[in-house]
Structure formats: C-alpha cells, structure tokens
C-alpha cells in the first residue's frame, strides 16, 4: 500500500462485484472535458500570478449530465485597495465557455469570481473570514483542479496550506488548526442546509441528497488525510496533504479503506455513491429531486433511494473512522 | 470483563459495541402481534435499528395496520420488516403489492428465497427486498451458489446474511466468507444469534462469537440484527 491515494479508487474497484461504473465513467468524461477546456484556453494570455480552478463536481472528479460550472479565478496576492485600478481576468473567453445554460455555477456568489489568495489565507477565523472566503478556502483544498496556470495554482494551494500549518504543526498529531476548520466548514453547510431551507423549500430534494452525499463525500474525503498527518512528523506533513489533496475525494477515501483493511465496507460505501452518481446522470432523477419539496419527500420512492444510498455510504464512512485503526484517532481528535 | 472471543481480531473492539446493533422482535415470542409492545420492547436494547418481524401471513396482515399509523413515528434509523414465512395464503403479486405499499421509512423487507414461488415478481420493490440465507434444513437459498438465481431474478436485491444460518452448514465458516464474497456488495445487514440443534436462534455462545469474528469483521458498516436475546454474562 503506497502513501498516495491516487489511483485507488481504481484498485478497490477491482475488489467490487460491479466495480464502480457511473464513478469511473464520471471521471473519464471529467478528464476528456478538462482537456478539452484547457486546450481551448490555452492559446490566450494568462497573467502569471492567476490561475482558472474549476470546483465542484470538476474537482471531485464527477462531472454527469447536469453538472455545474463553478469555477474561479484565483490571483495571487491582495485585493486591491480602494480606488485602484481593477485587476482585468486576463483569461479571454472564460464566460463563453464556462457556465453557459443550466451549467451557470452556483448563485451565492461564491463562484464564477476573480479572488485573491492573499485574504483568503489571512482570514483564517473571526469577522473577516465570511462563508464565501471560508467556502472558497475550502473547495480550494478539497474540491478543486486547475485548467489555466496551473503553477500559480500550486502556489495558492501550497499558501493555504502553509496558513494552516505553520507555527501550527505538530509530529505525528493530526493540524488541530485545519482540523477544526474543516469540521466547522461541514457543520457550517449542515447549519445552511436547514436556514436555506426554512427561507425557501424550493430545490429541497435535491440540496438534501447532495448534502447527505456529495457534501458528507468532501467532508469525509478532508477529514481522511488530515487525520492521517499522524502517521508524519510536522515537516513531512505539508508535502503528504498537498499531495493527498491533488487527490479526487474518492480516491482518498478508497485509499483509506484499502489502508485500514476495511474493503468490503469500502465496496458497499463507495459502491452505495457509484449508484448515486448514476441517478444524478438520470435527467429525469435530477428534475424530479430537484423539484421535491421536503413534505413530498417522506413519501416519495425516488427520495427512499436516495436515503438508503446515503445510508450506507453513511455506514461506511462510520465504519471507517470508529471500526478500524482510525478509531483512536477519530475518538481522540474529531469531537473536541 | 470481556473475553477475547467477543472481541473483533482486527480491532479489539466488543461486538456488542458495534454500530449499530439492535433485535429483531421475531424471538419475542410472548408478544407476537402486539406491535407497540413489541417496538417497546426493541427500543430497550437499540433506538438505532430494528427488524420487526411477522413471520406468518396472518402477522403480517396485522403489521400492515399498524405501520401505516405507526410506522413515520418510529425513532429508529434503520428498519427492516421481516416478511411473512408461514401460513402463507395470499396471492404473491398482493404480498409484493402489501410490501411496496409499507411506509417510506422502511429500510428493507427480508424475504426467505425457499418460500419465493416467482422471484421475479418482487422485482418491482427494487433495492427494498433483501434475501436472506437459509439454514441446513431447507431446500434451497443456502450457499451462493443456490443464491445466485435469486439474485439474477432481483438483481437490485439487497442481501442479509444470517451468520449461524450459515454456520449451521459449515462451522469453519468457510460458507459465510463464500456468501459474503459473491453478494457482499449487496450486503444490508446481518442476523446474529447462535442456533440450537433444531436451528431455533438462541442467545450467542462464545464458541460462535469466536467462530463468527472473522465474518463479523467482513460487515463492520451494516447493522447487526440479534434474533435472541443478548448473552448473558
């Protein structure tokens, strides 16, 4: 068993009846769409500092009909003060390529921005650090893959892990600073599930299969290497996160069940989100948990799905952290 | 103290710590019918997971009634109705029908494959029907390979292994690793019991949980179902 997580999603596959089709073909059309978009963009001009990082389903690898654009575009150092001259994006043609029809990234506005490295690392907690920092912070390290610039991007990435370890990092201890973050961020989006939900019930099925899916797959996915910094001492531990996060989450959480002899806990988990994958590809799946309301879930066939398949990957993940060799650790490090 | 036996050989972790572990009401053979006694007296050794159970037709028709009152109110996190076994007189398309008609909170309806007349006919219930393992005295649905029909026949079936079941045919286990690794990605959950010579599950002995840790630690994610009461010690 190697330290790196990338490719294992491929080798538990092979221990899996099935295998994991809807996730494998997700991540070949992942791939084709990434090299397609970076060979259109890369005949234009690119400011050296920036860099295009698309997120979402991009980064995790899982792009199926119906997937979102959500991209930024990140710039080194700080945001301009006031009365500056703005930075130009400097990527030519982003917007006619990116988020056209239903493929428009997310409307919080957190994507489809230029943001600045600088104030994303610094504003790590307190005032400052509002959801659209804490989020684009976020998807930056557990979701994200460049298509322009990619050195600028390795940069960034490396920042924002260095403005959770340094002065920070302990020998064989998990980053209690990252740690927390992260466990915040998933409680964070737990909390706005349930606030934009009382606001507004529209898009209820789908928000609440994609939290108890996708969103549990980047938390889990996080919380996984960062707990495995106790098997390094504090200087090995930025190289082995930077590594394990340029990682799909799949792969790392393949990579943990293969690691902790878990694998046929980690065939049903991973398998339980291989058929989820495969109703998101659905259209006709999509609309109709996209237009289920909360009250029409609880006895709806499609939604029963829906939380069984959560369930059990659910189950999988829990197995993972408290019926294996991770157990000392999650009890010891992830409630307080 | 906790002997070696109910420990689990990779982690050293008790059984009766799993995650999450809860009864089936099929043993609590003193309250057959009286379902809100019965989910009572469920709830005493889980909040977590149930099997609740109606082994004959007449049971099942009782439950029906009851779930469709009672059954958005259950606390647990994951159900499984056990379907009928004995004195079975409807028509199967209307059991299928009574199944899929069972409250959304329902996890999984068990099914015992030797009393199947036309497998394919539970095919509408889709990932709701699991098929359990049977033990040495039945005719068919004991290893993978008498499985393996069923499972073609309902191929979104999910799959219950009952471990002494599969012990009563093979005490090196040797069946319960096979079971597990043709159907193991299908797995949903598992019944745990020791079973006496005429099969009837009693509580487990620690010769079983000795036997048994290897195949327990195949199915760490999935909830374990005592179909007796806990051992005492």
Redesign the interface.
């Known amino acids: 068993m190697t330290d790196t997580p990338q490719g294992a999603l491929d080798e538990l596959a092979t221990h899996a009846r099935r295998g994991f089709p809807q996730l494998l073909a997700a991540r070949d059309r992942t791939e084709r769409d990434l090299d397609d978009l970076r060979r259109r963009l890369r005949d234009g001009p690119c400011d050296p500092g920036s860099s295009v990082v698309m997120m979402g389903s991009w980064g995790r690898r899982e792009r199926t009909n119906g997937s979102d654009d959500d991209y930024l575009v990140l710039v080194d150092g700080e945001r301009p003060g006031e009365g500056a001259p703005p930075v130009e994006p400097q990527v030519p043609r982003l917007e006619t390529l990116l988020g056209r029809g239903e493929a428009k990234p997310g409307t919080q506005g957190i994507f489809g921005q230029q943001v600045f490295v600088g104030p994303m690392v610094r504003h790590i907690g307190l005032e400052e650090d509002g959801n659209a920092n804490l989020t684009q912070r976020m998807l930056l390290l557990l979701e994200s893959v460049p298509v322009v610039g990619r050195e600028a991007y390795r940069r960034s990435l490396e920042q924002v892990v260095d403005g959770y370890l340094a002065g920070e990092a302990k020998d064989y201890r998990p980053p209690r600073f990252l740690l927390n973050d992260l466990i915040r961020y998933w409680r964070t989006i737990c909390v706005d599930f349930a606030g934009k939900a009382r606001a507004d019930d529209q898009k209820w099925g789908m928000r609440n299969a994609k939290l108890r899916l996708n969103r549990k797959l980047l938390f889990a996915g996080g919380l996984i290497p960062v707990l495995h910094c106790h098997l390094h001492l504090r200087d090995e531990q930025r190289a082995f996160l930077l590594d394990a996060l340029q990682a799909p989450p799949t792969d790392r959480l393949a990579h943990a069940f293969l690691r902790h002899d878990a694998i046929d806990e980690g065939v049903r988990a991973l398998g339980a989100y291989d058929r989820w994958l495969g109703m998101l590809d659905d259209p006709e799946s999509r609309a109709h948990l996209t237009g289920l309301t909360r009250e029409a879930a609880a006895d709806d066939a499609v939604f029963r799905d829906v939380r069984r398949l959560a369930q059990e990957f659910e189950r999988g993940l829990i197995a993972l952290l408290f019926e294996t060799g991770l157990s000392p650790l999650a009890r010891e490090f992830v409630l307080f | 103290m906790v002997s070696a036996a109910t420990r689990?050989a990779?982690?050293g972790?008790p059984f009766t710590a799993?995650?999450?572990l809860g009864t089936s009401t099929g043993h609590l053979v003193e309250l057959r019918g009286q379902w809100d006694l019965l989910v009572r007296r469920a709830l005493d050794v889980s909040t977590l997971a149930v099997e609740i159970a109606a082994l004959s037709e007449p049971e099942f028709v009782t439950l029906c009634d009851w779930l469709g009152d009672a059954g958005?109110g259950l606390p647990f996190?994951?159900v499984s109705v056990h379907a009928p076994t004995k004195q079975l007189a409807m028509p199967e398309d209307e059991l299928v029908g009574r199944l899929a008609a069972l409250?959304?909170a329902i996890?999984a309806v068990v099914v015992h494959p030797d009393v199947l007349q036309d497998p394919a006919r539970f095919r509408p219930l889709?990932?709701?029907v699991v098929l359990e393992n049977m033990d040495f005295r039945k005719g068919d649905g004991r290893t993978a390979a008498e499985l393996e029909p069923y499972f073609d026949a309902l191929p979104d079936a999910g799959f219950c292994l009952d471990v002494p079941h599969a012990g009563s045919i093979d005490p090196t286990m040797g069946v319960a690793h096979d079971l597990?690794d043709?159907f193991?990605?299908r797995?949903?959950h598992v019944h745990l019991s020791s079973v006496d010579g005429d099969c009837h599950h009693v509580p487990l002995t620690p010769g079983d949980e000795e036997a048994f840790g290897p195949v327990l630690s195949?199915?760490?994610?999935?909830?374990w179902i005592l179909e007796a009461d806990l051992p005492r010690r």
């Open positions: 689990d990779r982690t972790v799993h995650h999450p958005r996190r994951f409250p959304a996890d889709g990932r709701l597990l043709a193991g990605d797995l949903r195949r199915c760490r994610d999935v909830p």
